[in-house]
C-alpha cells in the first residue's frame, strides 16, 4: 500500500498540464544566459571602480590645473613712478606742570615790548629762579602749583575804599611754590613782567599799601621796610579784623617776587629771607 503522502501529491498532480519538454528547455537556457549577463555587468562595474581608485590615490593633489595658452601677445604696461606721500608732521601737546608760562608751554614775547625789532625770547619762569628747600630751616615741605585761597597781598586791598587800578598790567607769566612746616607756612609766587612793567607793579602797590583807607576801624596796612634786597624790596604788614599777615616784595629786573611769610616777621627776619629769594630771581632775569 503507497505512503499515504505519495497518495496525497498524486491527486494534487493527476490533473495538471505539463509543458512541453522543449519549451521547458528554452526557458532553462535564457536563464542561465541571464544570469552570466548580469554576472560579467558586475565584473565590469568592480573593474571600473578599482581602477577609479587607483587614479585618484596616484594623482597629485597639490598639482596646479593646467594654464591655457593665451591666444595673443600681452600688452607690456607702462612704468610708473609713484609720488611720494609727505607724513603730516605732529606737535606734542605743551604737558601741564608749572614752569611758569600761563598755558603751560613756552609763551611769546609780548609785542613792541621792547621794539619792533626785539629778539623773542623765553618767557616762562624757570625753577632755578624760585627758593629752595636749602633756603629755609629744616623741616619744611615742598609743594609746585598755585594754593587756593585768598593769600596774596591784592586780596587785601578789597578792605580798602579806595580801590587800585589794575595791577595785573604787563604780567607775562607766573610760577608758584608752598613751603610748610609744622608750625609755618611760607608762599612764593614769581611773575614776569614785560618791558618797564615790573618797575611799575611795585610802584603801584607800596602807593596802594600807603593810601589804603580800611572800611573797619582798626583795619590798618602799612610798609614796615624797604630797600633791603634786590633792585627793589619791601616788607607789607596789616591788621585786618584783629588778624595780622605779612608780605614780602622783591623786584630783580623783570621778575617780582611775592611771599606770604609769618604774622610776626621783624624787618631784620626779612632782610635774611630776601637775600636768597633776590639771588634765586637772577636765575631768571638777565638783570643781575
Given at each position: 500500500?503507497?505512503?499515504?503522502?505519495?497518495?496525497?501529491?498524486?491527486?494534487?498532480?493527476?490533473?495538471?498540464?505539463?509543458?512541453?519538454?522543449?519549451?521547458?528547455?528554452?526557458?532553462?537556457?535564457?536563464?542561465?544566459?541571464?544570469?552570466?549577463?548580469?554576472?560579467?555587468?558586475?565584473?565590469?562595474?568592480?573593474?571600473?571602480?578599482?581602477?577609479?581608485?587607483?587614479?585618484?590615490?596616484?594623482?597629485?593633489?597639490?598639482?596646479?590645473?593646467?594654464?591655457?595658452?593665451?591666444?595673443?601677445?600681452?600688452?607690456?604696461?607702462?612704468?610708473?613712478?609713484?609720488?611720494?606721500?609727505?607724513?603730516?608732521?605732529?606737535?606734542?601737546?605743551?604737558?601741564?606742570?608749572?614752569?611758569?608760562?600761563?598755558?603751560?608751554?613756552?609763551?611769546?614775547?609780548?609785542?613792541?615790548?621792547?621794539?619792533?625789532?626785539?629778539?623773542?625770547?623765553?618767557?616762562?619762569?624757570?625753577?632755578?629762579?624760585?627758593?629752595?628747600?636749602?633756603?629755609?630751616?629744616?623741616?619744611?615741605?615742598?609743594?609746585?602749583?598755585?594754593?587756593?585761597?585768598?593769600?596774596?597781598?591784592?586780596?587785601?586791598?578789597?578792605?580798602?575804599?579806595?580801590?587800585?587800578?589794575?595791577?595785573?598790567r604787563g604780567q607775562v607769566a607766573e610760577r608758584f611754590r608752598v613751603f610748610d612746616s609744622p608750625t609755618d607756612s611760607l608762599i612764593q609766587?614769581?611773575?614776569?613782567?614785560?618791558?618797564?612793567?615790573?618797575?611799575?607793579?611795585?610802584?603801584?602797590?607800596?602807593?596802594?599799601?600807603?593810601?589804603?583807607?580800611?572800611?573797619?576801624?582798626?583795619?590798618?596796612?602799612?610798609?614796615?621796610?624797604?630797600?633791603?634786597?634786590?633792585?627793589?624790596?619791601?616788607?607789607?604788614?596789616?591788621?585786618?579784623?584783629?588778624?595780622?599777615?605779612?608780605?614780602?616784595?622783591?623786584?630783580?629786573?623783570?621778575?617780582?617776587?611775592?611771599?606770604?611769610?609769618?604774622?610776626?616777621?621783624?624787618?631784620?627776619?626779612?632782610?635774611?629771607?630776601?637775600?636768597?629769594?633776590?639771588?634765586?630771581?637772577?636765575?631768571?632775569?638777565?638783570?643781575?
Amino acid at each position: 500500500m503507497p505512503d499515504q503522502l505519495f497518495d496525497d501529491l498524486y491527486r494534487n498532480t493527476e490533473n495538471l498540464a505539463w509543458a512541453p519538454v522543449e519549451q521547458v528547455r528554452r526557458s532553462g537556457r535564457q536563464r542561465s544566459r541571464r544570469t552570466r549577463v548580469a554576472a560579467s555587468l558586475a565584473g565590469v562595474v568592480t573593474v571600473v571602480a578599482v581602477a577609479a581608485g587607483a587614479v585618484a590615490l596616484g594623482a597629485d593633489p597639490d598639482a596646479a590645473p593646467p594654464v591655457v595658452p593665451a591666444t595673443g601677445s600681452p600688452t607690456p604696461t607702462p612704468n610708473r613712478t609713484p609720488t611720494p606721500s609727505t607724513s603730516p608732521s605732529h606737535s606734542a601737546d605743551p604737558t601741564p606742570d608749572d614752569s611758569g608760562s600761563p598755558t603751560g608751554g613756552t609763551p611769546s614775547s609780548p609785542a613792541n615790548d621792547d621794539g619792533p625789532n626785539a629778539p623773542s625770547r623765553d618767557t616762562s619762569i624757570p625753577a632755578a629762579a624760585m627758593m629752595q628747600l636749602a633756603d629755609l630751616p629744616k623741616g619744611f615741605t615742598m609743594t609746585n602749583g598755585e594754593p587756593d585761597g585768598d593769600w596774596t597781598l591784592e586780596s587785601v586791598f578789597a578792605n580798602c575804599r579806595n580801590q587800585p587800578a589794575s595791577l595785573a598790567r604787563g604780567q607775562v607769566a607766573e610760577r608758584f611754590r608752598v613751603f610748610d612746616s609744622p608750625t609755618d607756612s611760607l608762599i612764593q609766587r614769581v611773575t614776569r613782567y614785560s618791558g618797564e612793567a615790573a618797575a611799575a607793579h611795585l610802584d603801584a602797590m607800596r602807593e596802594q599799601v600807603e593810601e589804603c583807607d580800611p572800611h573797619r576801624s582798626g583795619d590798618s596796612l602799612t610798609v614796615l621796610a624797604a630797600g633791603f634786597g634786590g633792585d627793589e624790596s619791601m616788607l607789607v604788614g596789616s591788621v585786618m579784623e584783629g588778624r595780622p599777615a605779612r608780605w614780602i616784595l622783591v623786584r630783580q629786573g623783570d621778575l617780582v617776587a611775592q611771599l606770604r611769610v609769618d604774622k610776626d616777621t621783624t624787618p631784620q627776619e626779612a632782610t635774611q629771607l630776601v637775600r636768597p629769594v633776590a639771588d634765586r630771581l637772577c636765575a631768571g632775569t638777565d638783570a643781575c
